[in-house]
């Protein structure tokens, strides 16, 4: 992988450095080494899976919370260097939700001039309809906003949809499908749909949350929460993100170990026969067993 040239004094001009969404940001040592190492690690991500086809066009989803906020400025970033040669869209799928505030995205989005298309579709309705009281409703409302993004990504053009899941993110999807599912399986950096004619990109997947919360508290971005349709308590997904933070409490780099083991899979040593044929095991000396 080529080394990122991203020297950035504390003393430096940001503006003239880099995209104009950073044009408020900190200029503190702390702030520019998270900078540099979120976009070490972007840069990893897309390099190792071999994400980007030069020329082509991303629809970047944009929820309005940390992630995807930060998600955008790193492309944005990187993009503005010339590390990133395809044509990068916005968008935010407006479902609905109660006290959704349509104004901060598309005024965020104007004022910094990046390229956008706001959507809206009502899944909102959809979900309390289909799923009874006090269910969780973030399954179902994730299915159909994928469906939508997808669709979109069609109508413009776009090759990939970008999505802002990070390291955490697919930590805790491989823990829940353990304790749950019975298998391994975590959030692939890239995948593509069933259709076959849209990839899903998650360039974040090597990035720690806290990073992106931090990152996006310093840039000041206009956050909206998550929580509007009131459906997030007991979750069994906040009950993996509990066990992995006490984790990390208690062994410091625990998290990136266990995502870089996630890219280090022995098959000889696990229990599919699927993946290593264990019939075609033999002993030494034509089958007779050693001393």
């Known amino acids: 992988m080529n080394e990122i040239a991203l020297e950035i004094r504390p003393d430096e001009d940001q503006d003239a450095a880099a995209h104009p969404i950073f044009a408020d940001a900190p200029r503190t040592v702390e702030f520019n080494k998270r900078r540099k190492r979120l976009i070490r690690l972007t840069r990893e991500a897309i390099d190792k899976f071999g994400m980007v086809r030069p020329g082509e066009r991303w629809l970047v989803a944009l929820s309005g919370g940390n992630d995807s906020y930060g998600l955008l400025a790193l492309l944005l970033d990187l993009k503005w260097r ?66 939508h993004l997808y669709r979109i990504a069609r109508e413009e053009g776009c090759s990939a949809l970008v999505l802002g899941h990070h390291r955490d993110d697919s930590l805790q999807t491989f823990f829940m499908n353990l304790f749950h599912g019975g298998k391994l399986a975590a959030m692939p950096p890239r995948l593509l749909n069933d259709e076959g004619d849209v990839e899903v990109l998650r360039p974040l997947i090597y990035c720690a949350e806290e990073d992106l919360a931090r990152f996006a508290q310093a840039m000041a971005f206009p956050i909206i929460p998550c929580d509007l349709c009131g459906s997030q308590d007991g979750l069994e997904r906040n009950a993996m993100k509990a066990m992995l933070n006490d984790i990390e409490k208690r062994m410091p780099g625990r998290k990136d170990v266990m995502i870089r083991a996630l890219g280090n899979i022995n098959p000889s040593h696990m229990l599919d026969s699927k993946l290593f044929d264990f019939m075609a095991l033999s002993r030494p000396g034509n089958g007779q067993t050693r001393d």
């Open 82 to 147: 010339g590390l990133l040669p395809v044509e990068l869209l916005a968008c935010n799928l407006d479902q609905g939700q109660p006290n959704f505030p349509k104004h901060i995205l598309p005024e965020f989005l104007s004022r910094l001039g990046v390229p956008h298309r706001i959507e809206y579709r009502d899944t909102y309705s959809i979900v309390t309809d289909k799923l009874p009281e006090g269910a969780t409703y973030c399954s179902l409302c994730s299915r159909l906003r994928r469906g």
